[in-house]
Nanobody, 120 residues
Framework: QVQLVESGGGLVQAGGSLRLSCAAS????????MAWFRQAPGKEREFVAS????????YYADRVKGRFTISRDNAKNTVLLQMNSLKAEDTAVYYC?????????????WGQGTQVTVSS
């Protein structure tokens, strides 16, 4: 499995932007589909966005569609989440996840999370 480390979280005003980064270790990064999830206090973890090994086929939760953009740089073993037009309801701990074909996200690799706080 890969090891994942997120960074880029912080405090931002509503309407602002943040860019999260997920650094992956391991030489088989390109065999993993990558995703971002988030968990707000008192709520269940929810899917945010995912991207295929090639960087094509990004997929977004309806709540973030049009505001967030997921991308990956396989040469740098990095996945990014550009978050624009942030809202207070985007406040959560954001987690990076990696999964290989045929597996489920719960069985994949997860980072430790990075806090995003959006003030209204």
């Amino acid at each position: 499995q890969v090891q994942l480390v997120e960074s880029g979280g912080g405090l931002v005003q509503a309407g602002g932007s943040l860019r999260l980064s997920c650094a992956a270790s391991g030489r088989t990064f390109t065999s993993y589909r990558m995703a971002w999830f988030r968990q707000a206090p008192g709520k269940e973890r929810e899917f945010v966005a995912s991207i295929s090994w090639s960087g094509s086929s990004p997929y977004y939760a309806d709540r973030v569609k049009g505001r967030f953009t997921i991308s990956r740089d396989n040469a740098k073993n990095t996945v990014l989440l550009q978050m624009n037009s942030l809202k207070a309801e985007d406040t959560a701990v954001y987690y990076c996840a990696a999964v290989q074909a045929g597996s489920t996200w719960d069985a994949g690799s997860w980072g430790q999370g990075t806090q995003v706080t959006v003030s209204s």
